[in-house]
């Protein structure tokens, strides 16, 4: 029993150690985003501690202190009694922060189930060292056998099994050596203590800051507190909307990469469900209210609203069924899964009006409209719009691809066709592939400042071809009352601090806002 203490303590206190040398030698290290993101209840507490400099700067030391101070106590076994309440109290403030029960569930760290995560196991590890009566070996144990020793002496009696001077000198021998055993048992922290100290030394050495501790070196991910003010709102139909919209393609795996065939598959691998959920509580958070999906992302937002409750509207893009007696029916399944706008995919618009099925798209609208919902309309080619604005099809609000066409992978605009996009991709450079989704910038922005309903903006960044910055003021210049844009969760405070600049320095605009 006295082992296993002994290795369980010494377990414990080397991680406390460990997490608090990192971050004492990481440099750039703070409490700050770990606390302003906290989503907890008691979260007010937690965002309390970062509103000055001074709280943060105590924070921090007390963290880095705590942490060292009890990782020596408990591995060296000194003292190791309190600190064992003050380490579980510690952790369970970490847990706190970031309780694997509620809401906040969804973002605890890995190793978090219902209630149980490894912050709440390794507390209670070290309650049960503190209520337990073995200690285990260590200085503790040292001290108080060196303290019973002098006290023996100083009543004129032989410490120890020593006593009785007619022992044999065997026996004499055989306790000397044993009291010598233990001794070095007390002191078997120093070597291990010794042997892991060095070589996590040269782990670092080699490789640098440990990025599996607590002090990893972060993304630049700027924190909720930095945002620049209040994202402006819009309307659409009654509903009010951010300006600027999360995109779903990110989320829903799907990426306009060019020629990097495994961009689709890096997406789906880093947006599991769970960090999914965690950008769109940030998005939230940080005032952007509306999100633009596919029709296949449809249950995940169903499953994150009952979870969470949140009240973020969402738009769903639907096509058509040709395998159902009803081609319309996802227009139904959106609307009974509780979508708040429906809008006709673009590639289906661009479909349906490259193959002649105008009034498909016609049935559609009247479809969405006789529900009571919005109707919206998706396009990469200008030519969609325009044919349907012949044919008397028109909707409650336009979703067209707005993006200038200076970066380096656009093809030559004399080699661009209508109706491209999504289409075959060329191996020709000169031609299309996968890299230019506004192929007519100047007859969109014609078309765009000319008509008198809402605009969303989408493919603003050319798929990451264009700085936001740049691609937004464009976008909001030429017309557009709304953007959507699609963002890992490392972007969205940026992003949206990048649009509320944007749009109050916004100076080219003529087209007055119809959303």
């Not at 055993?181 to 030394?201: H, N, S």
């Not at 903006?457 to 844009?485: Q, R, S, T």
Request: proline share 3%.
């Amino acid at each position: 029993m006295k082992i296993i203490i002994t290795i369980l303590r010494m377990a414990v206190g080397w991680h406390f150690l460990y997490e608090g040398c990192v971050k004492l030698f990481a440099s750039d290290w703070t409490a700050e985003g770990y606390l302003a993101n906290s989503q907890g209840f008691l979260s007010v507490f937690f965002h309390w501690l970062t509103l000055s400099q001074g709280r943060i700067d105590v924070v921090d030391f007390l963290n880095i202190a705590g942490l060292i101070l009890i990782g020596l106590s408990l591995f060296f076994g000194l003292l190791s009694k309190w600190p064992s309440v003050v380490g579980a109290f510690l952790l369970i403030l970490y847990y706190l922060a970031y309780p694997a029960f509620g809401i906040s569930l969804l973002g605890s760290s890995e190793g978090s189930v219902f209630i149980i995560n490894k912050l709440l196991i390794e507390a209670i590890v070290l309650i049960f060292l503190f209520i337990s009566k073995e200690k285990g070996y260590g200085l503790d144990r040292l001290i108080a056998r060196f303290r019973k020793s002098k006290q023996e002496t100083a009543k004129g009696e032989k410490p120890d099994a020593t006593k009785d001077e007619k022992q044999a000198p065997e026996q004499l021998t055989l306790q000397k050596n044993l009291s010598r055993r233990e001794i070095l048992k007390d002191l078997v922290t120093f070597p291990v203590m010794g042997a892991l100290g060095w070589g996590a030394y040269r782990n670092t050495q080699n490789f640098g800051v440990d990025v599996m501790s607590g002090a990893t070196v972060q993304v630049n991910r700027m924190l909720l507190n930095e945002l620049k003010g209040e994202l402006p709102k819009g309307k659409l139909k009654g509903h009010d909307l951010s300006r600027l919209i999360m995109g779903g393609n990110l989320i829903g795996g799907w990426a306009h990469a060019r020629d990097l065939l495994y961009a689709g598959s890096l997406f789906k691998a880093y947006n599991t469900e769970k960090k999914i959920y965690e950008t769109l509580m940030l998005c939230e958070q940080a005032g952007i209210n509306t999100i633009n999906i596919g029709f296949p992302t449809i249950p995940v937002m169903v499953k994150y609203r009952k979870l969470t409750g949140s009240k973020m509207k969402v738009i769903a893009q639907v096509g058509i069924n040709d395998k159902s007696k009803d081609i319309l029916e996802d227009v139904d399944i959106a609307i009974d899964n509780g979508m708040d706008i429906i809008q006709l995919q673009g590639n289906w618009c661009d479909w349906l009006v490259r193959d002649n099925r105008l009034d498909v798209i016609a049935n559609m609208m009247e479809r969405i409209r006789r529900q009571g919902y919005p109707a919206g309309m998706g396009a990469h080619t200008i030519d969609s719009f325009l044919i349907c604005e012949e044919n008397g099809i028109f909707p409650d609000y336009y979703m067209k691809t707005m993006h200038h066409d200076d970066y380096w992978s656009a093809h030559p605009r004399e080699n661009r066709k209508p109706f491209e996009v999504d289409g075959v991709r060329s191996k020709d450079h000169n031609m299309f592939h996968d890299n230019c989704f506004c192929p007519f910038p100047d007859k969109t922005v014609e078309f765009v400042n000319r008509i008198k309903i809402p605009v969303m903006g989408f493919k603003v960044l050319a798929a990451g071809a264009i700085h936001p910055k740049d691609g937004f003021n464009w976008a909001f210049e030429n017309g557009a009352d709304f953007v959507c844009v699609g963002m890992f969760d490392f972007q969205v405070v940026e992003d949206t601090n990048i649009c509320i600049d944007v749009l109050q320095n916004l100076k080219g605009r003529k087209r007055e806002w119809y959303g």
